[in-house]
């Protein structure tokens, strides 16, 4: 792993990095239109890391059908991979997303909806957040 602290980075420096288009996701919070990510359907196994700095996040393990228009999983790689903070924007109580190594904006995790998964929480990730490397993943 590169020892790069992504924290101290300018936000100069991260829009020379990204598109504009990830840069309004990943650097300001914004969110993708539903049903338009690359990812939002994809089964392909692999590992999703973070497109700003490539730390791995998601498996596709834990991905599942939301049918919300967005890549969905009932869990992170891992507790420590994430940042979750709450977030009151738009008139609503969220939870909202992070990478921990870069804390750029990923999405918001929603609890209780009723999924028939093992958790009942959906990551609901901006697939522009993400960059998918198909590999073998560990069930
Ligand atoms: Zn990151």
Redesign the pocket.
């Known amino acids: 792993m590169s020892q790069e602290n ?1 924290l101290n980075w300018t936000e100069e420096k991260w829009r020379e990095k990204l598109s504009p288009e990830e840069y309004f996701v990943l650097r300001e919070a914004g969110t993708e239109r539903p049903g338009v990510g690359e990812y939002t359907d994809t089964k392909t196994e692999g590992v999703y890391s ?1 497109r ?2 490539g ?1 791995e996040l998601f498996r596709s393990t834990e991905k599942f059908e939301s049918h919300c228009g967005w890549p969905s999983f009932f869990s992170p790689l891992a507790g420590d991979t994430i940042i979750e903070r709450e977030d009151r924007s738009m008139g609503m109580t969220r939870t909202e997303v992070l ?1 921990a ?2 804390e ?1 904006h990923l999405g918001h995790v929603f609890a209780g909806e009723g999924y028939n998964t093992p958790t009942d929480l959906r990551y609901c990730i901006n697939s522009i957040s993400l960059t998918l490397e198909e590999k073998p993943v560990e069930g």
Do not use: H, K, P
Request: with cysteine; proline share 0%; charged share 0%.
């Open positions: 992504y973070c700003a700095c730390a990478c190594n870069c750029s």
